[in-house]
């Protein structure tokens, strides 16, 4: 009763500060779903010293001492992880830090987050890996772990030093934002993904195709008179890597899908065994190219939102296990810029705190399930990165969030953590949402 408090520390969110709270807790009463575990039922979790301690039938006698945090009524779930984070720092502090973006994680629920790496430098040196590190260290509110660059500078011309950036810490390599247009050297890149064990993750894009588009090729960029971006821009650069991935036998992940054709190309391709996982966001299967009607900057985004006929694909491609995970491709851009006309405003959509929100749209109208649900944010994301999974088991770190899936409310981006406001939901009515995520043993309460 009581425990969660405003810390005054540099987050806003309340926290548990209290130390002796802080080391010892439960979650009370809770429907604990982990299917890496074979979890799912009524439970008390006993937090202590960062790790869960035990897991107990629900109606067990409350061992004194224990400070409770009632969870009636809602899911305990592992800890969300998002792989496809823009945190902006180096060099766009602006937009985001490490301390805002992490919060925002936080308060929606994830536990860990993998940070693309075009910052200003690019992430494409072991200095600028450990930088992000240290500044995680201080600054951070949850895991971060490092994306760094497939080529240097992001510019696609040369390979980055791959070996030395995965012994910085680097989990994953993207030149995410651009495509590697140059088949040899994604060739090469993924080639190496064999060597050190790694994805690589592929911003699908043929930018001769996409050109100077800015939003998805169709009626609505007929009637708003701007240039689109037809699908194929998008399809042909999976089926290329499909084919590398084939050739190579590397480790290829394919970023924020949007398109029928991609869903299709990456099922047939898991089917015939190719080394191929693959990711969509929210807003691919929650938005379609309307959403830009009025001109609308919160909905330009890279790729752009597509048709209801690609939404319903995305929709099975989840469903159908082709997809692999969710995430946000947290974007936050300044409110001044995403001002300008739609041509010059930067894409991108801040998402870590409505992720969760509208991916349980998804459990609600029976799309998927909450087990499922599960795989698409936390399982399969740590699987794909190669990092810890955050497990609900006796004796794991207690890296755990606790979601009530009745509550209703409305996306105000003003409250959220994160610097960008940048949201095509504002307004929207969505149901369920975290109220606490524990990192490391340390409960946050989610607003
Ligand atoms: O909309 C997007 N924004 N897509 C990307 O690939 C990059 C991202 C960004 O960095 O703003």
Redesign the pocket.
């Known amino acids: 009763m009581g425990i969660f408090r405003h810390s005054g520390s540099p987050g806003k969110i309340p926290v548990l500060t209290d130390d002796s709270v802080k080391k010892r807790f439960r979650i009370r009463n809770g429907h604990a779903v982990d299917p890496a575990s074979g979890l799912d039922g009524v439970f008390d979790i006993l937090v202590a010293d960062g790790r869960i301690e035990d897991i107990l039938p629900s109606e067990a006698e409350v061992t004194t001492g224990d400070e409770d945090v009632d969870a009636s009524g809602c899911y305990v779930l592992p800890g969300l992880v998002d792989i496809h984070t823009?945190l902006r720092e180096p060099g766009f502090e602006y937009k985001e830090t490490i301390a805002t973006g992490t919060r925002a994680a936080v308060n929606g629920g994830f536990t860990a987050v993998c940070c693309?790496p075009?910052t200003r430098p690019v992430n494409d040196e072991p200095a600028i890996t450990r930088y992000i590190q240290k500044k995680a260290d201080t600054d951070g509110s949850c895991g971060v772990y490092p994306i760094g660059a497939i080529t240097r500078g992001q510019s696609g011309e040369y390979l980055a030093e791959m070996g030395s950036l995965v012994e910085a810490g680097c989990v994953g390599f993207s030149d995410?934002?651009r495509p590697v247009m140059n088949s040899l050297i994604m060739r090469r890149a993924l080639e190496y993904s064999r060597i050190f064990k790694v994805p690589i993750i592929s911003?699908a894009e043929d930018t001769t195709l996409s050109g100077k588009g800015v939003m998805n090729e169709g009626l609505t960029a007929v009637q708003l008179g701007l240039r689109g971006i037809p699908n194929a821009a998008e399809d042909i650069i999976v089926a290329r890597d499909i084919a590398l991935s084939e050739l190579t036998g590397g480790r290829l992940h394919v970023a924020?899908v949007s398109t029928e054709g991609s869903v299709r190309l990456i099922r047939d391709a898991k089917r015939r065994g190719v080394n191929v996982t693959a990711e969509t966001c929210p807003h691919y299967f929650a938005l379609t190219e309307e959403a830009a009607l009025n001109y609308n900057t919160a909905a330009k985004?890279?790729p752009p939102l597509r048709t209801r006929h690609d939404v319903d694909a995305v929709r099975e491609g989840l469903q159908d296990g082709t997809f692999d995970a969710i995430v946000t491709?947290h974007?936050p851009?300044h409110r001044e810029e995403k001002a300008a006309a739609f041509d010059d405003a930067?894409?991108?959509?801040s998402g870590l705190e409505t992720a969760l929100g509208l991916a349980l749209g998804l459990v609600h109208d029976g799309t998927i399930t909450i087990s499922r649900l599960v795989d698409l944010l936390s399982i399969n994301p740590c699987r794909i990165m190669n990092i810890p999974a955050r497990l609900i088991r006796v004796g794991a770190e207690a890296n755990l969030v606790i979601v009530d899936p009745r509550v209703e409310w409305v996306v105000d981006a003003s409250r959220f953590e994160s610097r960008g406001k940048n949201t095509p939901f504002e307004g929207r009515l969505l149901k369920g949402r975290a109220v606490r995520t524990v990192v490391s043993g340390e409960a946050f309460a989610c607003r």
């Open positions: 823009h693309m075009n995410d934002g911003h924020h985004v890279n491709d974007a851009h930067p894409p991108g959509i």
